[in-house]
T-cell receptor, first 114, second 110 residues
Framework: DSGVTQTPKHLITATGQRVTLRCSPR?????VYWYQQSLDQGLQFLIQ???????AKGNILERFSAQQFPDLHSELNLSSLELGDSALYFC?????????????FGPGTRLLVL | EDQVTQSPEALRLQEGESSSLNCSYT??????LFWYRQDPGKGPEFLFT???AGEEKEKERLKATLTKKESFLHITAPKPEDSATYLC???????????FGSGTRLLVRP
């Protein structure tokens, strides 16, 4: 158990809908990262937050957004969902936002868009 | 463009049959190379971090090594419970993100 928690574990929804994925980092960690894992693309970095502020962005779609709250939990919002958004979404955390820090991953949220 | 390639894609071993997994990388300014283990439907589990060429780390039956172009994950006398996908990731330059390879699916048969 990495100490990172994610809810829900599974999510089934329809195209065009909006969902919110939640992540709580390890105790004491200030940095949160979101990754998407699909069969054809592997693990892809989406976005990073550090102590409430956006720090880095990857290939995140405009339909996706995220935020980190004062208690350091983070939410990833996915809107206007398409079939291709079906994937595993992972959150990871690290102590600060330093280079060379190990990122610890949560159990993931499996999203299925029908 | 930064790139990470893992080989083989899949590997079948008999219990006790040692082998190595390869991770080759092309990046500008390697900051760290990370090995993770992932079981089906679960999140990646951290194994090792390597920072500079020549560095080696061990944990039970696993040993990770790093050169300037690649990393190896050596598995000595594997057991069926070592069956999983092994992921390699790099962090490079001034970027905090991890760039992952596509993984090696390892199956160890009793």
């Amino acid at each position: 158990d990495s100490g990172v928690t994610q809810t829900p574990k599974h999510l089934i929804t329809a195209t065009g809908q909006r969902v919110t994925l939640r992540c709580s980092p390890r105790s004491g960690d200030l940095s949160v990262y979101w990754y998407q894992q699909s069969l054809d693309q592997g693990l892809q970095f989406l976005i990073q937050y550090y102590n409430g502020e956006e720090r880095a962005k990857g290939n995140i779609l405009e339909r996706f957004s995220a935020q980190q709250f004062p208690d350091l939990h983070s939410e990833l919002n996915l809107s206007s969902l398409e079939l291709g958004d079906s994937a595993l979404y992972f959150c990871a955390s690290s102590p600060v936002a330093g280079l060379q820090e190990t990122q610890y991953f949560g159990p993931g949220t499996r999203l299925l868009v029908l | 463009e930064d790139q990470v390639t893992q080989s083989p894609e899949a590997l079948r071993l008999q219990e006790g049959e040692s082998s190595s997994l390869n991770c080759s990388y092309t990046v500008s300014g390697l900051r760290g190379l990370f090995w993770y283990r992932q079981d089906p439907g679960k999140g990646p589990e951290f194994l090792f971090t390597l920072y500079s060429a020549g560095e080696e780390k061990e944990k039970e039956r696993l040993k990770a090594t790093l050169t300037k172009k690649e990393s190896f994950l050596h598995i000595t006398a594997p057991k069926p419970e070592d069956s999983a996908t092994y992921l390699c990731a790099v962090q490079a330059g001034s970027s905090y993100k991890l760039i992952f390879g596509s993984g090696t699916r390892l199956l160890v048969r009793p």
